[in-house]
């Protein structure tokens, strides 16, 4: 497989789809659903874009109605919503700080209210922000990552769970460095292991109550995330270090999750993490 490198760039935080250089493909625009999630309700947070506009657009194509909460990234997230409703589905958006416990109540409880039900939860927000020395990394910025990165699913699930039945799911956005850990994304690599044990832990705790809880664990992905935390010269060789020699793209992780939302096609899964991950191979 040939390498792939971008053009340097660079936006501010969060970033926007538009801006970036090439386009990411993360509309799922040839996938075909066969109705595996058909009447189910999703909750996708950072569903504006990236692997979450993946995820939200590849939901809707199999019969779902899918709730996006982002922070404010309003026209990514109208976009998705308009991918959404072409699909004959019901978008919602919830724009909003989800790094607060009020913002992620009042997301989980618009969802059930507006669109009747909650049967997939996708905690998916990210923040980093590199930094090659621990001494380097704020308070602010360590209490930032982690109420983004962790806090918030807590907030979510937990707000969620009274409404979660037999069946349904409960997926979480891992990283490759909470699996092997990463030098320059130290509170970053450290939210993605606790989020995997969140999910092994979580997932024990609901078993008999028939609500699988699984994480997706990506390697290098195309998002707005990138040229909004980066240098310009990491954007260029974004995705070089891995196997396959290139970054995913949002269309190519988002299967995953359907996987997992899906009880006809994981039903017996619960606990794991799938590490979409470019060959990259892992000890254990």
Known sequence: MS???????????????SAMRPRPRDEMRDYMGTGLLRSRVALVTGGDSGIGRAVAIGFAKEGADVAIAYLEEHEDARHTAEM???EGRRALL???????EDMCEEAVRRTVDELGRLDIVVNNIAFQEPMERLEDISTEQWDRTFRTNIYSYFWITRAALPHLHDGAAIINTSSINGLRGNKSLIDYATTKGAINAFTYS???????????VNAVAPGPVWTPLIPA??????????GEQVPMQQAAHPDDIAPSFIFFASERLSGFYTGEVLAPIGGETLPG
Do not use: C, W, Y
């Open 94 to 100: 919830l724009p909003g700080d989800l790094s607060t």
């Open 229 to 238: 935390t980066m240098s310009e010269e990491k954007v260029q060789r974004f």
């Open 202 to 212: 979580l997932a024990q705790s609901l078993v008999d109550r028939r609500v699988r």
């Open 3 to 17: 390498g792939q490198n971008f053009p340097p760039q660079r936006q501010e935080h969060p970033g926007v789809t």
């Open 84 to 86: 959404i409703e072409r």
